[in-house]
């Protein structure tokens, strides 16, 4: 899939997915199935939609003041090569677009792989939330991550103004209703309630939990 990547959900905008305004992109795809995963729909890498790398660059560059990106899934890391493509694209235009990256393997595991792929986009990852989701481990006690094993590497200096603070950080959601009436919502909430909201009610597609 030269060029492209396969998209779950992209947000132009968003203030709840690290510090400043980013960009919230779900990959589509995820072979680790973690049970009591709240985006269940992200694991099939057949579904979801492609989109062209350079296209979305463009998209995202657009977006007046953003700060950064944040990439979760699905497995980003399934999509490494891609990934590090198009974070390597936007910092040919904004040298500090920071990038937050999760993964369900750990940063050891994905050191073992050996990839290049992979090895490319942690170099490109200013901080990676590592681990996958174990729901008796689930806690919203700290922003961003779904369990407390998960752990934050800040791989790269770019970020080291959220360094000190990001502990203090208090969750939140985004909830849009969109110009065609679908509701979407992301961030983390509890008793995965965005997942209830969106997916009994409404019956669409948001992004509630980081992978
Ligand atoms: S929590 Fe993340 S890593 Fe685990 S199955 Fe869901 S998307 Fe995959």
Redesign the pocket.
Known sequence: MAGKLRLYHYIPATQTEGPGLRAGLWVQG?S???HG?A??E??DFEAGYEESISVLADKILSVPNLDGITIA???PFCQAEALAELIGKLRERSPDFSSICFS?WTLAELKELHSKGVDDLLSKTDLLIDG??IEVLASTARPLAGSSNQEFHFLTSRLEGWKDTWGNTKNKIEIRIMPDGRITANGLLSGNIIHEVLHKHYNDKGGS?N?
Request: net charge positive; with cysteine.
């Open positions: 995820c680790r199935h973690c995963c985006v269940p992200t694991w899934g699905g497995e369900g996958p989701y939990k992978g």
